[in-house]
Each structure stands twice: as structure tokens, then as C-alpha cells.
């Protein structure tokens, strides 16, 4: 330390404490009780000031300014030398700012003067490993935007200045437009450099104000304070959009992709930011389905759920949290023996206040507003999980059947979710079957049939279901690797009185006959349907007749004591009559 002439021994004892704290590599400074410096250590001088002299200097000054009042607060409170105040501060170098761990105490000079004495720590290195970790947990690796962790976080931010000011704001969606055939087709790393550059693009479209996320694959959200008029996201859509319009030359490649994008305002569709991204993504998907490259804003009218509903999507959201959602299991019967060949996997929501909702309802808004892909994924690996249970209940082997969305269906991480779900169960392929309507499959047939032809390969089987009440070709029949026809109740339930019914089902059965396919019927309740169908060469049936859908522990019980072939006559399940 410098200061004005020690005597002998003060000189010596202070030395020796300068030579302890300077071979530890602390900085040391001496204060008045006001925070002025009377004397700094070699290393203080070096790394901070580069001066020799700082005497008078308040040590504030030296501080960053965000760090000022925290430090002007510690000089205040270091009274008691058994307790040290313990801060971290930014203190300032000509060409940098350093953290410093400051350890302040108080400290009785040789003219027995209170000061303060301040030794400080270098943790400089600690921050940015720490600042580093703190980056990677909050950003995209390849393109260094934010992630979904801190895009949570902004618009929550958002939203409260939002709720002060009483303007609203928006959050657009972008999904890259043909980005899998680019992926598929030159491979990942062109692939990563397309996102990296777009990415790129995209950010200098947008405000400083503004957050731009990427949130996986090739979708790209931005939250944009203060635009909600439909002025305003025109025109921040339309430099999005044209961002992207020329090509990237990339490895003598030249590559073209656009994209499409779905915007959410906020509070008119949703006041938190799962709805907001959620009903965003809901409107890509209507870009995409419409035309691409192009913007679609969410409209409940437009998109799917009608007005009265919007109470209930809201609380779709928390019924996934609070795990509401349960899988009922419907049987599929052998029409001779009425013995269980497997069973339909069948989605419930238990509404704490409003009990069972149909499906009916909360489906369509599922589908909507993309809660089917999470839904759709969870009950697909809770069937797989399932089914050895059924089986080892009956003492034989069985199959399952889940439902395919058109939504699942048509996202890019539908086989990994398949794989997923084999693998995580153990469950061969072959006992798996896929229903999948007419519809999904006719929106975009080579697609469909490239999917198929993948999801086969796993030895999964394909169902058509609601088999006739599609506005397709029959020639698809030929086309897809389909192994099972669903009929639907429509032409079930007034069997065998209505003629017209009667003349499809039999035309039905006798092509799937001849195109070597297995026929469920659906929706039968009578005797007299089963009858018929038997008569006529329906291999399955389902209904209410042979059981409602039920919980898993009440299948497993009809399972143990075969319920349903102890009701058929000894004659018919022995094929006598």
C-alpha cells in the first residue's frame, strides 16, 4: 500500500499484508468511512487505474454505473469486523469492465482513523463461463437466436407492459417452405447453413425491439411489441416474406424456399403465451394448407373452433398440464366368435367442473390450435405401452388401433414420434394399426403415399377409417398400402332394413375381398346389424353390442374373464350356425 510516512513497524507489518494480498492475487484499496480512496495495492493500480496515485479518488467512480449504488451502499454497511459486506461489482480498466468479488470490513489505520478496507476477488473468467452457460440455455445453437425457454420469457415480459400501456401487440409464426426437400436432398449441413442464413435475414427485417426465436426444425416465431392493426402486421409480415424471396447460394448450390406465416394478437385471440404461439402455429398451418408463402392471422370462425368454444380451448391448455386427458379402449370383435381381437384407442377429457367433453368437441379445436400433435404423440406411446398388458390379461396375442390427425399426418416428426413410441414400448410394428380418414390421405397424395410407404416399413398396418364418407377416388385402394377398411356407422346403422345401405356395405365387403383387406364394421348395436354382416363376410366388428369404450383396468378385467364370448350361443362361436 502507499501511504504518508508509516513509522518502522506500521511500515513493516503493512508491507508484509500488501506482499500476502498481492501474492493472492486480490486487489486491495484503503477508504475513508465516504468511499475515497487513500491507498491502492500494485495489482489494484495495474488492473484498474494504470496510475500509480488514485488517493481522493471515490471508488464509485471506478465502478460501472449499474454497480455504483450497490457498492456506495456496501461502504455504508461495513461497521462490524466479524461480519464483512460481501458484494460483486463491474469495476472499470481503460478497455474493459472486470467483476470483482469485493470483501469490505472496517479497519483502523496506525493515526487510529476508521476507514474501510476493500479486498476484491477477479471474477472475471467465472461471469463469462457462467454468462456463457446462462446463453446456452436460453439460445439456439446453430442460428444463436433465442430458444423457446427465452421466447416464454419475453412474451410473459410483453404481455406486462402490454397490460400498463393498453396496447396490444402480436406474435407471428414463420415455418420455411419446402426446407425438408432441401434437408432430405442435399443433406443437413446445407440444410443447418439455409437455417443459419435465414435466420439472419429474418432478424434484420425486425426491430431492436423486437424478438425473433427459432423454436425448432424450420420454425421461427417473432414477438413484435406495439404491432397489432392489421396495417401494421402487413407490413412487418411482408418484409418477413420478402426476406426470404431470393435464392441462397450456398456450396454451388442455389436454393430457393419461402415460407409461410400465421399470426396471433394479443388480447384479441389469447392473453398468455402458450395460447399466443400455439394459435399462431394454428394459422401457419392454415397458410400452408391455403397456398404458402403467405400470411394467415388466426380467426376462430376460419380456423375451427366456432365462438362459444373459445372458453373451453382455453382450458385445454391447462387440462394437458393437470393431465385431464385419459385413453378409453373400445374393443374389435370376431363376428363369428365375438372373441376380442384387439381394440380402438379412444381419447377422453374428464373436466373437473364439466365432466366427460365429448370428443366431438374438444378434437376440432385440438386440431386447431396444435395440441393434437402433443395429444396425439402422448397417446400413441400410452397404446403401445398398453397393449402387453391386454395381452397378458387374455393369454393370447391382440392389436391396438389409434387415430391418426390430419395434423399428425402431415407434420414432419410424425415417424420419429412412431419410432418413438415402438421403441419406447418394445411393441412389434405389425401390431400396431393406423387409422387414417379418406381426407388426410387426398389432401396431398404423394406425400401421403411416401408417408405410408415409411410407416410400413416399420410393419405398422394402415387403416381407412370412416371408410365411404370421403369425397375420393377409389383408385387410392390401389395406390397405398392400405390392410384394413373401416366402415362407417352411417352405413351401419339402419342395416338390414335400407336397401341403398345394404347395396354399399355388401359392395364394400365384396371389394375389400377381392383387394385381400380385413373389414370393421363400426357403430353396431343390434343383433339383427351383426347378423347381417356376419352372414355376408364382415370379419370385425365394433360397437356398443360388444362393448362401449372403457378404462383400461375395466379391459383388462373383460379380457380375464372373456365377458364377451361367454354372451354369444355355444353354437355360433362353435360355427354350427
Not at 460501472?64 to 461497521?79: G, K, M, S, Y
Not at 399426418?409 to 387414417?436: C, H, M, Q, T, Y
Not at 345401405?501 to 351383426?530: F, R, W
Not at 362401449?548 to 364370448?565: I, R
Request: proline share 5%; charged share 25%.
Amino acid at each position: 500500500m502507499r501511504s504518508s510516512s508509516p513509522t518502522a513497524p506500521d511500515a513493516v507489518l503493512r508491507q508484509e499484508m500488501d506482499n500476502l494480498l498481492e501474492s493472492a492475487g486480490d486487489v486491495v484499496f484503503r477508504l475513508t468511512p465516504e468511499g475515497a480512496i487513500v491507498a491502492a495495492s500494485h495489482r489494484a493500480t495495474a488492473l484498474i487505474a494504470r496510475t500509480p496515485d488514485l488517493s481522493g479518488l471515490a471508488l464509485t467512480a471506478l465502478a460501472a454505473e449499474p454497480d455504483q449504488a450497490v457498492l456506495r451502499n456496501a461502504i455504508a454497511d461495513a461497521t462490524d469486523p466479524a461480519r464483512p459486506v460481501r458484494i460483486e461489482a463491474r469495476l472499470k480498466s481503460p478497455d474493459r469492465e472486470i467483476w470483482f468479488e469485493l470483501r469490505l470490513s472496517p479497519y483502523m489505520n496506525r493515526e487510529a482513523r476508521a476507514e474501510v478496507l476493500v479486498v476484491g476477488r477477479d471474477m472475471t473468467l467465472q461471469h463469462a463461463t457462467e454468462e456463457r452457460l446462462r446463453h446456452m440455455a436460453t439460445h439456439d445453437a446453430l442460428t444463436e437466436l433465442p430458444n423457446r425457454l427465452l421466447l416464454s420469457d419475453r412474451i410473459r415480459m410483453v404481455i406486462a407492459q402490454a397490460r400498463r400501456s393498453g396496447q396490444g401487440f402480436s406474435v407471428a409464426t414463420l415455418g420455411l417452405d419446402g426446407f425438408k426437400k432441401v434437408n432430405d436432398g442435399l443433406g443437413h449441413p446445407i440444410g443447418d447453413a439455409v437455417l443459419r442464413m435465414a435466420a439472419a435475414r429474418l432478424r434484420k427485417t425486425l426491430r431492436d425491439s423486437d424478438t425473433l426465436a427459432r423454436v425448432g426444425g424450420d420454425e421461427f416465431v417473432a414477438v413484435l411489441p406495439g404491432t397489432f392493426s392489421e396495417g401494421q402486421i402487413k407490413l412487418v409480415t411482408n418484409r418477413l416474406l420478402a426476406a426470404l424471396q431470393s435464392p441462397f447460394e450456398i456450396d454451388n448450390h442455389t436454393i430457393y424456399v419461402g415460407a409461410s406465416v400465421g399470426v396471433s394478437i394479443y388480447p384479441q385471440h389469447a392473453e398468455d403465451e402458450v395460447r399466443l404461439v400455439a394459435l399462431a402455429d394454428a394459422a401457419m398451418s392454415r397458410a400452408k394448407e391455403t397456398g404458402k408463402s403467405r400470411c394467415v392471422t388466426y380467426s376462430a370462425r376460419q380456423s375451427g373452433p366456432p365462438e362459444h368454444d373459445i372458453s373451453l380451448e382455453a382450458a385445454m391448455f391447462n387440462a394437458v398440464r393437470e393431465g385431464e386427458f385419459q385413453l378409453y379402449f373400445q374393443p374389435i370383435v370376431d363376428a363369428r366368435s365375438r372373441q376380442i381381437q384387439g381394440f380402438e384407442t379412444l381419447m377422453r377429457w374428464k373436466h373437473p367442473t364439466l365432466g366427460m367433453v365429448p370428443p366431438a368437441r374438444f378434437i376440432p379445436i385440438a386440431e386447431t390450435n396444435g395440441l393434437i400433435n402433443l395429444l396425439g404423440a402422448w397417446a400413441l406411446k400410452a397404446a403401445c405401452v398398453q397393449l402387453p398388458q391386454f395381452e397378458e390379461a387374455a393369454g393370447r396375442e391382440l392389436y391396438i388401433s389409434v387415430n391418426i390427425s390430419p395434423r399428425q399426418f402431415r407434420n414432419d416428426k410424425f415417424l420419429d414420434v412412431l419410432d418413438d413410441a415402438l421403441n419406447f414400448s418394445g411393441l412389434p410394428g405389425n401390431k400396431l394399426v393406423l387409422e387414417i380418414t379418406e381426407g388426410t390421405l387426398m389432401i396431398d397424395p404423394a406425400h401421403a403415399e411416401a408417408i405410408l410407404a415409411k410407416m410400413t416399413e416399420r410393419r405398422a398396418r394402415i387403416a381407412i377409417d370412416d371408410f365411404g364418407t370421403g369425397y375420393s377416388s377409389l383408385a387410392y385402394l390401389k395406390r397405398f398400402p392400405i390392410s384394413v377398411l373401416k366402415v362407417d356407422r352411417a352405413f351401419i346403422k339402419d342395416l338390414p332394413d335400407s336397401a341403398k345401405d345394404a347395396a354399399i356395405v355388401n359392395a364394400v365387403l365384396d371389394l375389400a375381398k377381392h383387394l385381400d383387406l380385413s373389414v370393421v364394421a363400426e357403430g353396431v348395436e343390434t343383433e339383427l346389424q351383426l347378423d347381417y354382416l356376419e352372414q355376408r363376410g364382415c370379419q370385425y366388428i365394433q360397437g356398443y353390442l360388444t362393448g362401449k369404450p372403457m378404462p383400461a383396468h375395466v379391459a383388462v378385467a373383460a379380457l380375464k374373464e372373456d365377458l364377451y364370448a361367454q354372451v354369444m350361443p355355444v353354437e355360433r362361436r362353435a360355427g354350427i350356425i
